[in-house]
């Protein structure tokens, strides 16, 4: 992360809040992609401060029109959304020659999992990612803008592994041989997806477990956050990258692949916890359930294979072969996803019984 100075910092947030108390500002790191900073007036925590990467999102005003649109309309009770503030301009963002930067609400007693061994986690996610979606149902996909096209479109993301194949050095080529060797299993298992007849939804498009915030409390689902990739996609993006990232209780990139897990009991549990808010799913989105539990860590791990072909461009790593192991981790973990395919779709089963007449 780019290092910004207080002074810096407070100039901006003063644009957002009251201007003339001194703040502390200490960065956040679960995030991959924009640079986060937690605003706190002595030791209370009062916002968050963010620098919006516009290499990713160049389209400030469509991201944040999203974003406005579909807070409005997550009012829930049992949904603590998080508001934007605006500047004195009456603006939700600020534009500066440090970047781009917004101000959201700090939600109290509130935290984030990287993975987790708890099967309430689990269910309470399920649960917030079915109102996230029960609220937003009638929305029309069309009518918001795609912050970042063809997202999950893996006959893009495929164009994209190819040329970067095609340009690698042969060194990078010859260290991800074994990454290399899963893809052509997948895209064959994956086919089905590729042009799947399904209703449009405004999805989160990133739905992994440290973009759930919980109460420290009681362990509730509070809501969901990194809102900047809701556009238009398809449930089962928001469903597997859910699982990929609950029923796993290893971390992304872990090098030692015994470590990596299809917990079982995690997964009934995210699903006891969706089908309290599943009745909006028609059938032909059920059936792309089981393989949507595959597809979102194979195209993670294929966007993070393309990055380390690249030279590692566009994830930020801690290490040269980060990605590699990104890869490599998410790969093992969608071949144990395969694995236990049957379970999968028996468990999803349940949620047929919640479909509304309509479907």
């Not at 603006?91 to 970047?99: F, K, M, P, S, V």
């Not at 859910?242 to 692949?257: F, L, Q, Y």
């Amino acid at each position: 992360m780019r290092k910004y100075s207080d002074k810096t910092l407070h100039a901006i947030v003063s644009h957002f809040i009251e201007g003339d108390k001194k703040y502390h500002f200490s960065p956040l790191t679960n995030g991959l992609i924009n640079a986060t900073f937690l605003v706190s007036d002595a030791s209370t925590p009062i916002c968050i401060l963010q620098r919006i990467n516009t290499n990713v999102f160049p389209n400030i005003d469509g991201l944040m029109q999203n974003i406005t649109r579909a807070v409005h309309l997550l009012e829930h009770k049992e949904y603590a959304k998080i508001e934007f503030l605006k500047t004195e301009k009456n603006q939700t963002y600020l534009n500066t020659e440090n970047g781009v930067w917004r101000v959201m609400t700090y939600l109290k007693d509130s935290i984030v999992y990287n993975t987790t061994t708890n099967t309430n986690i689990a269910l309470e996610s399920g649960k917030i990612i079915g109102i996230f979606h029960y609220q937003l149902q009638k929305e029309y996909a069309k009518d918001y803008t795609d912050t970042i096209p063809d997202f999950h479109s893996l006959e893009t993301r495929r164009k994209q592994f190819i040329q970067a194949l095609e340009t690698a050095t042969a060194e990078r080529k010859e260290t991800a041989k074994e990454a290399l060797a899963y893809t052509d299993t997948f895209f064959q298992v994956l086919a089905p997806l590729e042009n799947p007849k399904l209703p449009a939804r405004v999805c989160h498009n990133d739905t992994k477990l440290n973009n759930i915030l919980f109460s420290t409390t009681n362990n509730k689902a509070l809501c969901l956050i990194d809102l900047d990739t809701i556009m238009n996609g398809y449930f089962f993006y928001d469903f597997g990258d859910a699982i990929r990232t609950i029923v796993n209780t290893a971390p992304e990139d872990e090098k030692d692949h015994s470590k990596i897990t299809f917990n079982k009991q995690l997964f009934t549990a995210f699903i006891n916890g969706l089908k309290c808010h599943s009745g909006f799913l028609s059938s032909a989105e059920l059936k792309t359930l089981p393989l949507g539990v595959i597809f979102m860590p194979f195209i993670h791990g294929l966007r993070a294979l393309t990055d380390y072909l690249n030279g590692n461009t566009y994830y930020q790593v801690a290490y040269e072969n980060q990605n590699l192991d990104r890869a490599l981790s998410l790969f093992n973990f969608a071949k144990k996803a395969l694995a236990e395919i049957d379970f999968i779709t028996q468990e999803i089963m349940p949620l047929k019984q919640r479909l509304l007449p309509s479907s």
